[in-house]
């Protein structure tokens, strides 16, 4: 049993974390801070936990040394409390966004701001396991990548890997209400949020940095674009990814390609069927799920390589893929308290 | 470990036993049957469970001895089958409506139409285990109440036992699509069932029966009526039930009554709060779990206590509550792979 | 042609009678106001209105005199600007609940403030014009009624008045988004709010005052109560009314009754079908329009009548009511402005 | 006043073109035809209708003469028809799929079918009266373009006029329940369908041909693939179209275009703004109208001009574009009957 505490709980992605952990059989929620509610019950935010557990939030200030800390706070805040927090715990995954770029430049540009604990940047591993399960289990610091990064990364790693496509790649991804955060707004008033197929993001998503850092390593001159939009769904995110296979490339090079790469991943599931209703990747049937399922299409007619990538952007593409990588950091089963199937109907 | 086999499993209350079960560490699944699908693989059927299951369908008649069997029929189906089904299973829990209602004139004036095999009616035990633990566990054949009569029974089970309220009981359930079941119909048709705030049942709802029988044992000339509402809404159940206390009945007596009743039950919590999103209870973060969420209020103008209950209409009020009802059967612990605590945001 | 204002035009209610009165015949749009938006084309708070109209936001401190004013303010606003407003407006309509009550008394008892203005509560008509049609016609100053409160008094109006039911009267309404306005908050936000069965107020709403104040009129002692669900709905109002008939009451007398009070009522309809989907009022085809649509059953079992209306919020609810009594004020066809007749699928 | 009717009226195309021309002031509606549901009224169809309209479906083959037939059937069923609906009907509007493609083999090789009266294939006009004004004015025959066509044409046709993007063009279409019609199936039914990002066309979209074949009278070798994804939504569509600008082409030169071709269009709007909500096209507030909402986006990271199109699929995208043809051919003001500006919130 080891003891793991939150920093920043009383959001999303902290209360997923909390629900994850309330059921693992290795692990001891220590403390749970949050600023706001310091005192309160976390069955406060966090309605589904009630009679689960009596946890009650700690003030930040009050934190104590741990051995895993998880950190769940708005991108730019947690590089200002890391100096603190790796005196107080073994290992540290952040969630945040802070971390997860290795050039400070790349960082700042993206995100219009400083960093402001640089010489840290160096020490953090970036959290999608299926790329780096080995220096994950050795690190000491992971950077808990972004939702549709993963989803896209996941969705194009053996592609690239296997150099099937070319370099052009647009991401056209469906975006749900959770990943804006805890926070109300004009956005998110539900009779404006409600039904809205909002093109909010055209271009200029941010978590292309991550993706083309992550892809580079693989191949030269990747052009990635994202345009995201948000349609009514509160829990979920799928992207529908845009490619030009390379010349000659066939529908079982690809089919080998995610094979070699994936056969024996557990959080990764083909999805390709000839009939049924789910024949390509459906956000909804993962809710909960530490699953990212991926499908593709050959185009036939226009010269193309439609790839369809969905996962749940507060476990996979959070809260969950942060557990599975402290399942690797502390020696424990890569699945262990990820074991939900997900629900259907929903 | 047991082998249980599932009669029925292509359609939702089948595919929510099935995924519970897949994840209960008592339980070997030896079949599950399917007229229309025999041959082919469940995740066909239950696209959540890919990765997690090879069971393939089997045809009903090629069904083996088993332990115990789990039968998730349409209403009017079992009872044709029955006499040779417990040839085969030593114990049987029955989802259908066919065994719920003790007397068979009963059955028939609400079912129109008549019962084939009402020798065995008084075999069943309505499995509501709140009410029926220690005959639960002694029995070998339960009959999985309905849904709407789940929620509602529990929610007002203490009250009629403490002689809290009036007979007249006024029942305004919100339901849900997928208690209609697998089979599509112009009324479940998306463009017409999006959205809609339909009254497709006024008056005259067939679990009406159930909750006069399991009430009347404590409580002579109950009234009760239910008016049935479809929202938009996959999965959950929500009933506001009207009351009219009794005279000089104070809101300290009705907390009273739920806690003597209900302070030990792992699946009951009373959900009445000063603050917060969630002060009553909310079906859309039960989904996935076994609770049913009860809380009241005391109408201080209009002389009325209005209860309000919420629960996953295919969990508690149907698959989970059957395994319930198995862990008891089969000497397990009561609350064993119904663990899921619901996720927030959802 | 006569010159309309709307003070407090940037909210929902004012955006709507906006919507409407731009395609009415006998009507130019003065002024609209809004103390934050001044200076802004409408069309950045109505987006629907893009090259409808080129109107702006007025400061309300510039607003002149026109021939009548809609007030679309907060619920206690109207009360302090409205010995002004009547010294720049010949007629007055306003749609918040400030004059909707006739006592002094039971406006402070319900909405727990001081009434400023209370010698113009006399001035005001309640503005349900099936109720009050030659006194809206006659009047200069009309308050617009709740919406809940409206589809409630038009639902029991004629039931009241012909003596078929009992005093006890249970309306369990299903409320939309917009009803809560313009400005986002917690429970607004839409991973709270999608997908919710919220029992948001099991007792205590408000408009209970104004049924009781209109159908007070017809029957002595009334006890009216109601219980108030949000669902996931951003417009629309359903109300299910648990009633007792009268001893002897059939459905016939009740039929009989419905049609002699609404046989000629415009924006009325009885909808009690034997087939099809849409057998009851249903409020999403009801989007945009004026109607008021009422259906009922006969519970054979349970003593019961149960009867189902149906509005839009905005619309019957709020700004097409407004807009109907605007027009007998104003001597134009009743109907005038109001045709829309709904959209079917939506 | 002109005579028409509506060959096919009880799906939702016919029932759209019927609820706009029952408000249309030159127009009577003589007829409308059903062979389910003949000698039944509309609205037990089109629920919206009531105490709009008493007609009642007429049998097909009782159609009479008429100034001009809408003619709303599933796609390939018009064209058995035509010879003999051209004798009844001086003016047709066929809104399926059947005259759209000017080629024979076109048609053939999209719809997998053998076109039965091609020699009438030369006779109709394409529908889409942006581009079409003048021939549709003085035509006879016009053929409804698909809807996804529709927004996509309008969307993409002043940059390839203006020689202002790349051949390669991708859109991915965001699509609603409606636009698969009124029978039910498993992948419309509710439990399945709600809460969808089905991915269920990622290539192959048959509207792909009606598009090329539009914009190939400005552009040789139109590079044009769709990818679909069925979203919760009943009505509306929205298109991301990812393009690559000609080099050096800029911003201005793009709004230059969209201005230069619709600027005085009445139905087209370019939305694209710097605050607010909806600052692109956004289908769930042009639900009921005819406009088509065009904005764009310059990508300048990655090389790409991103533009955004949204229609309500039933109006602008069927019915309303027909009606608007309907009254160029009959030399009506292009708007008559299409006035309706949307709705906000909803």
């Not at 966004?97 to 160096?122: C, I």
């Not at 209400?177 to 956005?187: C, I, R, T, V």
């Not at 390509?280 to 036939?300: A, H, R, S, V």
């Not at 439609?306 to 476990?315: H, K, S």
């Amino acid at each position: 049993m080891i003891k793991i505490s939150i920093f920043g709980a009383s959001g999303y992605a902290g209360g997923e974390i909390l629900r994850i952990l309330l059921s693992h059989p290795k692990v001891v929620i220590e403390q749970v801070t949050s600023r706001q509610f310091a005192g309160q019950p976390v069955s406060q935010m966090h309605p589904n936990l009630r009679k689960k557990t009596d946890l009650v939030f700690s003030h930040p200030d009050e934190l104590k040394k741990c051995s895993l800390l998880f950190i769940a706070l708005p991108n730019g805040e947690s590089m200002k409390y890391m100096p603190k927090l790796r005196t107080l715990a073994k290992k540290i995954i952040d969630l945040g966004a802070d971390y997860r770029l290795h050039k400070q430049t790349t960082f700042e540009s993206w995100y219009k701001q400083k960093h402001v604990n640089p010489g840290m940047l160096k020490d953090f591993v970036y959290g999608v396991v299926e790329l780096h399960r080995l220096e994950i289990k050795r690190s000491s610091f992971v950077a808990g990548p972004g939702c549709e990064a993963t989803v896209s990364i996941l969705s194009l790693y053996p592609l690239v890997k296997h150099n099937l496509i070319e370099e052009k790649i647009i991401i056209d991804a469906k975006m749900s209400s959770s990943q804006a955060g805890l926070k109300p707004s004009a956005s998110s008033h539900h009779p404006e949020r409600a039904g809205v197929v909002r093109s909010y993001m055209p271009s200029g998503h941010r978590h292309t940095a991550e993706i083309i850092q992550e892809l580079s390593a693989y191949a030269k001159g990747l052009d990635v674009a994202i345009s995201a939009t948000a349609i009514d769904m509160v829990r979920g995110l799928l992207v529908t990814i845009h490619t030009i296979p390379k010349k000659g490339v066939t529908e079982k090079e690809v089919w080998k390609a995610y094979r070699t790469e994936y056969a024996n991943e557990p959080f990764i599931r083909i999805v390709k069927e000839r009939q049924g209703l789910y024949r390509f990747p459906e956000p909804k049937i993962l809710q909960g799920t530490n699953y990212c399922d991926i499908g593709f299409e050959m185009d036939t007619i226009s010269k193309r390589l439609v790839i369809i990538g969905a996962i749940d952007n507060l476990v996979k593409g959070t809260a969950g893929q942060a557990v599975q990588a402290m399942n690797l950091m502390c020696g424990f089963p890569e699945e262990m308290g990820l074991e939900f199937p997900g629900l259907h109907p929903i």
